[in-house]
């Protein structure tokens, strides 16, 4: 359709474990490409959100979600595309990166970031308010 972008959907993961949130770089040639962002990917056609969740949040880390629940949905356009992120709290899951490990299953950057320590990371647009949410609720 003329003028309109394609809007994409995504499943997006806050992990959190002992205040500490599960951040991973986005690689340098993706869109919003060397950001942090909160792990996840594209809801393929016939899946729900959580079904999207596990299957990315085990392809990109080796977690298993026991368990999730909805934050919250974020719409934004970007300059070449309009995303929905839906964002769920991931607190029950299973393996995934070690404080000691720095790299995904993917070869990307990941850490484990005290929430109070979010502010020096840079991430896409979208994400600020998903950031505000964090910081403003007690996660603690
Ligand atoms: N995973 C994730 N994607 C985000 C975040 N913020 C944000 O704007 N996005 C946007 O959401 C879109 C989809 O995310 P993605 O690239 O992880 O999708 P994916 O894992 O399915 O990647 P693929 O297409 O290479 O298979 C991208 O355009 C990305 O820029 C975020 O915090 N996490
Ligand atoms: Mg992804």
């Given at each position: 359709m003329l003028n309109e972008k394609k809007m994409v959907k995504v499943a997006v993961g806050v992990i959190i474990r002992d205040q500490k949130i599960l951040l991973s770089k986005r690689p340098d040639?993706?869109?919003?490409?060397g950001l942090w962002e909160f792990p996840g990917g594209k809801i393929e056609n016939n899946e729900t959100v959580e079904d999207a969740l596990g299957r990315e949040l085990a392809e990109e880390l080796g977690v298993q979600v026991i368990r999730s629940e909805s934050l919250m949905d974020v719409k934004h356009d970007y300059i070449d595309k309009s995303v929905l992120l839906q964002v769920h709290m991931v607190r029950h899951f299973i393996g995934g990166p070690t404080e000691?490990?720095?790299?995904?299953?993917?070869?990307q950057l990941v850490r484990w970031v005290p929430i109070e320590e979010l502010d020096h990371y840079e991430f896409p647009a979208a994400n600020q308010s998903i950031l505000m949410a964090i910081k403003n609720s007690s996660l603690s």
């Open positions: 040639h993706l869109h919003q490409g000691a490990d720095t790299l995904g299953e993917e070869g």
